[in-house]
């Protein structure tokens, strides 16, 4: 599994340059500035933020089996990967051999945690379609569909029996938008899933059916989760339900378009502070996966496996992680599980769970051992369980979120705009079509704060290839190099689809003549039909351009010479502002406050703290003195308390 992540990381960088090409070779539009607009009340993050106490369950784990013993960490739920599984419980065709399920069932509920199983994973090689391919999970047949939809539904009826109402959470499938777990089609996934969730609900109302789980795609492919996971439940939506629960699989992935992997890791440095944004991007996918969760109905978001890949100037073999003297990511993997997890639970996400515990090459808090033996963590797994013991019984008062500052964009209200074909875009803001003329069409409809803008046609051959909006005017947003920026609006799909067009979000950079840069923080957001005030999407960048002077957020629309698309978006309440840090308040079950707080900026800052915040302890577990009421903030978050 560690290769895979590995290859994915790499392979996407690969995407950066053309796109980066597309957005530089365009002009940038020459329209005045015009007088500031009145900015409206930036839009809650979403409704589903609980204000409960946080409870144990929310800090799931995987276990790969390498460590024997429970680990010295809260562990509130267990993933069953590898965990019991298909293979293991129903070997041969009408066998079962329930003695693996009955062991996890007692070890889990001896330490209070629960069980999410995953019935497709790893499909034992009798029940596959294609038993003698091998899949690149590293099994025969895996990654294939049931030979036998009555072999399917003998494991659910047989598997949700044996666990009687002892499994309350189940899943369909893992990662299906990677072709190294399925190369089924959509339509059979969607069936395996209607099987499943009929017998499952049939026996225990009471249980939750959670999608398959899904990586994203920041630049939009095949593989992007987002999209698989839309497509999925349209299907589903037109007849029985498949699930309850969205279920997505939260590895940064969008840290590529925000920073360079070769660079950075040059010399073997582990440098905390020159991985900007890394946890931070969390919350570009937990506004995805609502934005889905809301316009299917679903109940809830979970992340059912995430974490970040160890790294070191070796490898991951046991020699590498052994060898003391071989730099490695512990102290960022340590920043990352903190900032990623808790902004998930910020984010109304229901579980998280990390991966993992025991994985030598990815997302490691054990301190390996040949022998399986030993609870000893690493410097990420001691700020692994240092953030659990914080926060589970924790009461969120304020979830920790960004501190946003002045809303940059002067129109938000998407006033003046001119309907027609091609009409004119709302004051200030800017189009961008060097393909008028070429096949491609735009036009824009004016309404009350938002308008709908329509891209259509057959890009001729030597086309551009996209068309830009930008909320903004190249000079009016000054800025400069190594800058953050955060942004947001609203939309929706009206009319038209994705067939043939892939839309970007993302941050163009100008020089001061007006040129065009590049761009930076680009991801694909597609929208579903859900009504625009409910679906936002989020963007962040850091300005990488020497030269930088002014930037602008925006959607580019890309598409390709001779194959026709129709696309109609509304859009609404775009904002950008360059607000950099980040605090939250809680309340501990024995009364008294707690802050979690960090600057996402590696120049730092100063927070301001009541008076009654007397101390801080550091990620590695070390409390330091609060003095003048205030505490310097790095990218390293801290917990501040009474």
């Known amino acids: 599994m560690t290769l895979r992540w590995t290859t994915l990381r790499w392979t996407t960088l690969r995407w950066t340059v053309p796109l980066l090409l597309a957005w530089a070779c365009m002009p940038a539009a020459a329209q005045a500035p015009t007088p500031p607009a009145p900015t409206p009340p930036a839009p809650s993050p979403q409704s589903s933020i609980s204000l409960a106490p946080i409870p144990r369950a929310f800090f799931g784990m995987h276990n790969q089996g390498h460590a024997k013993e429970w680990p010295d960490l809260p562990v509130g739920s267990h993933r069953g990967n590898p965990g019991p599984n298909w293979f293991a ?68 009826s047989a598997v949700v029996r044996q666990a009687a109402g002892r499994v309350k959470y189940w899943e369909i499938w893992n990662e299906p938008n990677d072709n190294g777990f399925w190369r089924g089609d959509m339509a059979t996934m969607v069936d395996l899933a209607r099987r499943a969730y009929r017998i499952i609900k049939a026996a225990d109302p009471s249980a939750k059916i959670l999608t398959p789980g899904v990586y994203s795609g920041p630049w939009g492919n095949e593989n992007d989760g987002v999209e698989w996971t839309i497509d999925f439940l349209s299907r589903c939506s037109t007849g029985d339900p498949c699930a309850d629960i969205v279920a997505y699989h939260g590895y940064p992935f969008h840290w590529f378009s925000l920073g360079d992997y070769k660079t950075l890791m040059e010399g073997g440095v582990v440098d905390p502070q020159r991985y900007e944004l ?37 490898g991951t073999s046991r020699e590498d992680v052994l060898d003391q003297s071989t730099p490695k990511n512990w102290e960022l993997t340590g920043q990352f599980a903190v900032k990623a997890t808790m902004l998930m639970q910020a984010g109304g996400v229901g579980r998280s769970y990390w991966y993992s515990y025991d994985n030598r090459g990815h997302g490691m808090l054990w301190q390996w051992s040949d022998d399986g033996q030993g609870t000893g963590l690493n410097p990420a797994g001691l700020t692994y369980r240092l953030m659990a013991t914080q926060f589970i019984g924790a009461t969120p008062v304020a979830p920790v979120a960004r501190q946003e500052t002045a809303n940059r964009i002067r129109n938000p209200l998407a006033a003046g705009a001119v309907s027609g074909t091609p009409g004119a875009p709302p004051d200030g ?64 799909l009206i009319a038209g689809s994705y067939q043939h067009v892939t839309v970007h979000a993302g941050v163009v950079e100008y020089a001061e003549d007006g040129r065009t840069l590049g761009h930076g923080g680009a991801q694909t957001v597609p929208a579903t039909a859900l009504d625009h005030r409910r679906q936002r999407n989020l963007l962040m960048t850091r300005t990488r351009f020497a030269g930088c002077a002014s930037v602008t957020p925006g959607l580019a629309f890309l598409y390709e010479p001779g194959k026709p698309f129709d696309i109609t978006l509304r859009l609404s309440a775009p904002r950008l502002d360059d607000g950099t840090q980040w605090t939250g308040t809680y309340t501990k079950a ?53």
């Open 429 to 492: 803001w800017s189009l961008i079509a060097p393909d008028a003329g070429r096949g491609v069409n735009t036009s824009i409809a004016a309404g009350p704060g938002y308008i709908d803008i329509r891209v259509w046609g057959t890009p001729a051959a030597g086309a551009n290839g996209m068309t830009r909006l930008e909320f903004e005017t190249a000079g009016a947003i000054r800025s400069g190099p190594d800058r953050q920026w955060f942004g947001s609006f609203h939309q929706s």
């Open 590 to 642: 024995d009364g008294t406050a707690l802050m979690l707080a960090w600057d996402s900026n590696s120049a730092g800052s100063t927070l301001a703290v009541d008076p009654r915040f007397t101390r801080y302890q550091d990620l590695a577990g070390t409390f330091h003195p609060i003095t003048g009421n205030s505490v310097a903030l790095t990218v390293a978050p801290v917990f501040i308390v009474e």
């Open 89 to 156: 419980l129903n070997p041969r065709k009408g066998v079962f051999d329930w003695r693996g399920l009955e062991a996890w069932l007692a070890r889990l509920q001896a330490h209070d945690a629960d069980l999410l199983l995953n019935l497709g994973l790893y499909m034992p090689r009798w029940a596959s379609s294609r038993p003698d391919v091998f899949c690149p999970d590293g099994n025969y047949g895996t990654c294939y569909p049931p030979r036998d939809m009555a072999d399917w539904e003998a494991w659910v």
């Open 278 to 314: 890394l946890g931070e991007q969390t919350i570009i996918d937990i506004q995805k996966y609502w934005n889905i969760a809301a316009t299917f109905g679903l109940e809830g978001v979970w992340n059912t496996e995430g974490g970040l890949a160890v790294w070191s100037v070796k």
